[in-house]
């Protein structure tokens, strides 16, 4: 099993990011798919969630507005859009499979890709 994160960068506020995880080794258009953020000195965070087909979607009041998850199952890649970006959410973005469809429990994870905003 592996997820591969990508597209993390540096970026001044009010930018955008578009990250990628690419997944292999289990049945990812089967699995419902999550993104978690850790910041330094802080506890993992939930992000965003969707289910398998990418119709429900579910964000933390935090984002909501700014950050669009989405799918390709073709691809067996998740997507996470981030606009309008906060000094605030610097933080290592980690995508998993979750469990539960939203906030976990998550079985797989990847490496993560630190996205870091400032001025």
């Known amino acids: 099993v592996q997820l591969v994160e990508s597209g993390g960068g540096m970026v001044q506020p009010g930018g955008s990011l578009r990250l990628s995880c690419a997944a292999s080794?289990?049945?990812?258009?089967?699995?419902?798919m999550s993104w978690v953020r850790q910041a330094p000195g802080k506890g993992p965070e939930w992000v965003s969630s969707l289910d398998t087909g990418g119709g429900s979607t579910y964000y933390a009041d935090s984002v909501k507005g700014r950050f669009t998850i989405s799918r390709d199952n073709a691809k067996n890649t998740l997507y996470l859009q981030m606009n309008s970006l906060k000094p605030e959410d610097t933080a290592l973005y980690y995508c998993a499979r979750d469990q539960a469809l939203v906030a976990g429990p998550y079985d797989y994870w990847g490496q993560g890709t630190q996205v870091t905003v400032s001025s």
């Open positions: 080794g289990f049945t990812f258009s089967g699995s419902d």
